[in-house]
């Protein structure tokens, strides 16, 4: 199963599909999705975080174009901090 983020334009209902980041490592494909759990934003607004394919692992995108920006590997980390 690929998960993939939905982007609705409420303006015209149309779902755009972004599909979910992925690690290079391959110590983290060890791990099933199960799904997005959360999405964030930074305070300026230009950037978004989620959950990448693995679990994990957490997706950054560039807003308003969604443009990939990094994935960062979480190994057993509780926190991840964004400035």
């Known amino acids: 199963m690929v998960l993939q983020l939905g982007i609705i ?3 015209t209902s149309k779902i755009h599909l972004i ?3 992925k690690t290079n490592s391959p110590k983290s494909r ?3 999705s199960c799904g997005i759990h959360s999405i964030e934003l930074n305070p300026s607004k230009t950037l978004l975080a989620t959950g990448a394919e ?3 692992d957490i997706a950054v995108y560039k807003l308003p ?3 990939p920006v990094c994935v960062g590997e979480v190994y057993h980390c509780k926190h991840f901090y964004f400035v």
């Open 54 to 56: 693995n679990p994990n």
């Open 9 to 11: 334009d409420v303006y």
């Open 19 to 21: 599909p979910t980041l």
């Open 65 to 67: 174009t969604m443009d």
């Open 30 to 32: 060890t791990h099933s």
